[in-house]
Structure formats: structure tokens, C-alpha cells
């Protein structure tokens, strides 16, 4: 069973939530390709920039992109890598993940487009979430702070799983795990 859940906050972010959940009780392997366009809207020369990295690349027809780190990270995507800073023509897209795709791979004919690609594995009796945030800003350094809080927002609450609700425990030493 998939549920998705879009949100679009005031300030633009548009934020993705997706839940895989196993309703027959058995262990699922998903894969999944999530599809982007970075329009630019005017000649220039697009600009990516991956987690860990600290310029603009130009983005290539082709490319494949792996090791992306791990847990949440942010991609950048900038409409003209050579634009200047705070020129309204030109905007920085944060693209925000709760989890790293396996890779990242850009179209054979167009490097606006790639897709993310993800396997995720469904525990029987159990799911799987993945979160997923699209920011806009003029500057670079505000999409960054945009990518940053999206980040941090898609850190999943703690949950406790053992003990279990209402269990009673003795002793000194109690143990908790989740």
C-alpha cells in the first residue's frame, strides 16, 4: 500500500510524503525512479551541486551520480551557474531528501531532466517512509537555509518499540530502544 501526502507551505516548498507499507505480511523490494525538470526559462548554463561538494558543476546529458551520503541530504540546482547572486532572472532550486537515492540520473538528451532513483525494501508486517522537499530562492546561501530546514524537518520523530505500551518494568537498569 502506497500513501503520498503533498503539502505546499506559504513560503513555495512544496514537501512529499510517501509511506510503503506491507499489507499482506510479506517482505516487498520497491523501485522507484522520481522524475525532475530544472526549467531555466533563459539561455545560461545550468549548475548542480550534490551534498559534500562546495561549487556549481555544470549538469551533463548522461551522468550518473552516486554515492550521495547518507540519511537526508540536499541537491542544488542553479538556472544559471555563472549568473551573479541575487539577479531575479536566476534562482537556486534545493531538492530535499529524507534518504539518499541510490543514484542520480540525468536524461541521455536533456540535462534538465534526471530522475532519482530508489530500492527500498518493505519489512514484512511493516513500512517504509521517504520524504522528499522543492525549494526556490533567488540566492543561493537562502535555498541552502531552504534545504537545511527541510532536512531537519524530515527527521523522524523517535518512537519507542521496546518496551511495549503499558508494559510494566522492574529493576534498576531499564533499556529502551527505537
Known amino acids: 500500500q502506497v500513501n503520498q501526502v503533498l503539502t505546499q507551505l506559504r513560503s513555495g516548498q512544496v514537501r512529499i510524503r510517501a509511506e510503503f ?8 523490494v520497491v523501485r522507484l525512479a522520481y522524475t525532475s525538470v530544472v526549467t531555466t526559462g533563459q539561455p ?20 550518473k551520480v552516486t554515492h550521495l551520503g547518507r540519511g ?3 541537491m542544488l540546482a542553479r538556472t544559471d ?17 529524507s534518504r539518499p537515492p ?7 538528451t536533456n540535462e534538465a531532466t534526471f530522475e532519482l532513483d530508489y530500492r527500498l525494501v518493505v519489512p514484512k508486517h511493516g ?14 546561501t537562502s535555498a541552502e537555509s531552504l534545504g537545511a530546514k527541510a532536512q531537519s524537518d524530515m527527521m523522524a520523530a523517535p518512537r519507542v518499540t521496546s518496551p511495549r505500551p503499558g508494559a510494566s518494568v522492574h529493576g534498576r537498569t531499564i533499556k529502551v530502544t527505537g
Open 72 to 74: 537526508s541530504g540536499t
Open 81 to 97: 551557474r555563472f549568473g551573479d547572486e541575487g539577479d531575479p532572472t536566476i534562482a537556486t532550486r534545493a531538492l530535499s531528501w
Open 127 to 140: 513500512s517504509v517512509h521517504l520524504g522528499f522537499a522543492d525549494s526556490v530562492a533567488v540566492r543561493t
Open 21 to 28: 507499507a506491507s499489507t499482506d505480511g510479506r517482505r516487498h
Open 102 to 108: 541510490s543514484r542520480i540520473l540525468f536524461s541521455p
Open 44 to 63: 545560461g548554463q545550468l549548475g548542480v551541486r550534490f551534498p559534500g561538494q562546495k561549487r556549481f558543476h555544470a549538469a551533463t546529458t548522461g551522468r
